[in-house]
């Protein structure tokens, strides 16, 4: 009993300390709290930025390949100039998204940037087969085009469920 005024002092000066660390530690536990909200508003702005330009690419990309492939087949020297044209405005655009979304790709979950490079490698395929090919039908051209937006719109899937989080 003689050593309880010596405890309770020292519990008071521990709970004075304390006290001053309670708004220390509101204060870093708030700081916290927001930095998370904002890193996570900022996940779903890139998110929904990736939505509208895979949905954008997927427009683009069937301009491209029909564009390709009327530049393919036309033997009018006048007509061919007019095709190029077109399929080079329709490239330019085609490039210009995929600049945004690659400079991205590494802020994307990983599965969506794989996703995003498989896309990539079966358009190039594409593009690359009707270039090659001695005139691609327009069955083929639809194919094609279903794939493209098959794998777009699966992407596009994947991204709606990130949100949804």
């Known amino acids: 009993m003689k050593y309880l005024p010596i405890v309770s002092?020292?519990?008071?000066?521990?709970?004075?300390?304390l006290l001053f660390f309670k708004s220390a530690a509101n204060q870093i536990l708030l700081e916290l709290y927001r930095e998370k909200r904002k890193a996570k508003a900022e996940k779903r702005d890139l998110l929904i930025e990736l939505r509208d330009l895979l949905k954008r690419l997927n427009r683009i990309s069937f301009t491209v390949q029909v564009s390709l492939a009327s530049w393919e087949v036309q033997v009018d020297p006048?007509?061919?100039?007019?095709?190029?044209?077109?399929?080079s405005e329709s490239m330019?655009?085609?490039?210009?998204?995929?600049?945004v979304i690659s400079k991205n790709l590494p802020r994307y979950p990983r599965d969506l940037g794989s996703d995003y490079e498989e896309y990539l490698q079966v358009f190039a395929k594409f593009n690359s087969e009707i270039v090659d090919g001695a005139g691609t039908t327009k069955q083929r051209l639809r194919e094609m085009n279903d794939t493209l937006s098959k794998n777009l719109f699966d992407i596009i899937d994947e991204v709606d469920k990130q949100l949804d989080k």
């Open 92 to 99: 330019d655009k085609f490039a210009e998204v995929n600049s």
């Open 9 to 17: 002092y020292f519990l008071n000066v521990v709970l004075v300390i």
């Open 78 to 87: 006048v007509d061919k100039t007019g095709a190029g044209e077109i399929l």
